[in-house]
């Protein structure tokens, strides 16, 4: 069973190493069990892709290089933290109904 990931769609992070550190973005999908993270807009990849037909010409894609965002595995991303807009590593607690919440450590500000 995977461990499980507290960065989640949605989030705001920050990469810290490789060739896009420094740079944030949205979290796009993730993929738990590969422990990986898809951030809009970095880790851009190309693809070739050959022209699809799928009978009609209302569905068909049109072939060539594409770009779009590779995986990033989550140690390598820092969720932001929503009061100063840092980076902070995430814990999770119990709120007062014994809900799980995750929460900022650098802040202690509940996320979500």
């Not at 999770?92 to 650098?106: F, N, Q, S, T, W």
């Amino acid at each position: 069973m995977a461990k499980s990931m507290r960065v989640k769609t949605d989030d705001q992070v920050v990469i810290t190493a490789g060739k896009d550190a420094g740079k944030t973005g949205r979290v796009v999908r993730t993929d738990p069990k590969k422990r990986r993270v898809y951030v809009e807009g970095l880790n851009i990849i190309k693809r070739h892709e050959r022209p699809r037909s799928q009978g009609d010409l209302k569905n068909a894609q049109a072939g060539g290089i594409v770009e779009k965002e590779g995986p990033i595995d989550v140690s390598n991303v820092m969720l932001l933290d929503p009061k100063g807009n840092k980076p902070t590593r995430v814990g999770v607690r119990a709120d007062a109904g014994g809900k799980r919440v995750r929460y900022a450590k650098r802040s202690g500000t509940a996320i979500d």
